[in-house]
């Protein structure tokens, strides 16, 4: 079976930074692209970011261009997303996500997934 252990989130003020990772198992991780999404308080789950098998692919929400940065370590079968600049609105609960779909395919902003981490909560205080 698969299984993502997502963790690293905590309480920051704005303007400062976390580190988020996702343990997988249960698969070939390096075979898979690998993403994260985010459900603030009261609104829908929406698309972070996502990252190709390989590493040379990614792709980014407009919201979090320039802010956040996701990489992919395929020896240990994890992948982070560091985020910096934090602000209020980043608030939310956060999603390790693999799909057999490449990262550049619309799936993933359809919230098309196969498999989720459980989630962990990143909160930033104004």
């Known amino acids: 079976q698969v299984q993502l252990v997502d963790s690293g989130g905590g309480l920051v003020q704005a303007g400062g930074s976390l580190r988020l990772s996702c343990a997988a198992s249960g698969l070939t991780f390096s075979r898979y692209a690998m993403g994260w999404f985010r459900q603030a308080p009261g609104k829908e789950r929406e698309f972070v970011a996502v990252?190709?098998?390989?590493?040379?692919?990614?792709r980014y929400a407009d919201s979090v261009k320039g802010r956040f940065a996701i990489s992919r370590d395929n020896a240990k079968n994890t992948v982070y997303l560091q985020m910096n600049s934090l602000k209020p609105e980043d608030t939310a609960v956060y999603y390790c996500?693999?799909?057999?779909?490449?990262?550049?395919?619309?799936?993933?902003?359809?919230?098309?997934?196969?498999?989720w981490g459980k989630g962990t909560l990143v909160t930033v205080s104004s």
């Open positions: 996500a693999v799909d057999s779909s490449p990262w550049y395919s619309d799936s993933w902003l359809r919230n098309n997934i196969n498999y």
């Open positions: 990252i190709s098998w390989t590493g040379a692919g990614t």
